[in-house]
């Protein structure tokens, strides 16, 4: 709204300062794992902070300290889905993202999902050259299609360049920056590749199966 003020009664549109956003974001964060820790401890909770890992079907190491409990709750949430395309080792993921102290001149989201959508946005926002590739002819599949063509509409005219009915299939490494090859054969060139495609459950607790818990890559039960 402001965009389309500009001229019009306001005379500049606002802008987003990258470097000035991480300091309260990192605040916000920074304090919430000490706060959910006191509502724990306060409630009679004990709590361990670490990597957990089932060593059998009743027990658990977490940083050296087994564990034993007759019912365990698995409640790890999701991860970010890591592709096997070659050079995708030069890719990151959203949480990345969020951490970056100074962004990069170009940035190419791999997902046409609400992730790389909002991030997309901020980014361009703070000055960035910014490119979405998705693998289908309709991003943002889980929302309805008339308010999905007016966000693409909107995203286009703010500069973002969409690229449907696209997929990576190699990453190269060349001279600080990366060229993205798409299954079009057309060559991205960019500073940084964000994948956001999709999240999958963190089941690293289960590494090794020795808590004997039925599982495949979508859920466990």
């Given at each position: 709204?402001?965009?389309?003020?500009q001229?019009i009664?306001?005379?500049?549109?606002?802008?987003?300062?990258?470097?000035?956003?991480?300091e309260?974001?990192?605040?916000?964060?920074?304090?919430?794992?000490e706060?959910?820790?006191?509502?724990?401890?306060?409630?009679?909770?004990?709590?361990?902070?670490?990597l957990?890992?089932?060593?059998?079907?009743?027990?658990?190491?977490?940083n050296?300290?087994?564990?034993?409990?007759?019912?365990?709750v698995?409640?790890?949430?999701?991860?970010?889905?890591?592709?096997?395309?070659?050079?995708?080792?030069h890719?990151?993921n959203?949480?990345?993202?969020?951490?970056?102290?100074?962004?990069?001149?170009r940035?190419?989201?791999?997902?046409?999902?609400?992730?790389?959508?909002?991030f997309?946005?901020?980014?361009?926002?703070?000055?960035?050259?910014?490119?979405?590739?998705?693998?289908?002819?309709c991003?943002?599949?889980?929302?309805?299609?008339d308010?999905?063509?007016?966000?693409?509409?909107?995203?286009?005219d703010?500069?973002?360049?969409i690229?449907?009915?696209?997929?990576?299939?190699?990453?190269?490494?060349?001279?600080?920056?990366?060229?993205?090859?798409?299954?079009?054969?057309?060559?991205?060139?960019t500073?940084?590749?964000?994948?956001?495609?999709?999240?999958?459950?963190?089941?690293?607790?289960?590494?090794?199966?020795?808590?004997?818990?039925?599982?495949?890559?979508?859920?466990?039960?």
């Amino acid at each position: 709204m402001a965009h389309h003020l500009q001229g019009i009664g306001l005379s500049e549109a606002p802008s987003t300062d990258w470097s000035a956003l991480q300091e309260p974001k990192n605040a916000f964060l920074d304090g919430i794992p000490e706060g959910q820790k006191k509502e724990f401890q306060d409630s009679g909770i004990e709590t361990f902070a670490g990597l957990a890992t089932f060593t059998g079907p009743s027990s658990l190491e977490v940083n050296g300290k087994s564990l034993e409990a007759v019912n365990i709750v698995i409640a790890t949430g999701a991860k970010p889905r890591k592709t096997d395309i070659p050079g995708s080792e030069h890719a990151h993921n959203s949480e990345y993202f969020l951490g970056i102290e100074s962004l990069p001149k170009r940035i190419l989201f791999v997902g046409g999902g609400y992730i790389s959508s909002e991030f997309a946005h901020v980014a361009g926002q703070a000055g960035a050259e910014v490119t979405i590739l998705h693998r289908s002819e309709c991003p943002l599949k889980a929302f309805d299609r008339d308010i999905v063509k007016t966000i693409v509409e909107a995203s286009k005219d703010s500069g973002i360049r969409i690229i449907l009915e696209e997929s990576p299939t190699r990453i190269e490494s060349i001279d600080n920056q990366f060229r993205v090859h798409g299954s079009s054969s057309t060559v991205y060139e960019t500073d940084l590749v964000i994948e956001a495609t999709s999240r999958v459950p963190n089941l690293s607790a289960l590494d090794g199966d020795l808590g004997e818990v039925e599982h495949s890559s979508g859920a466990s039960k």
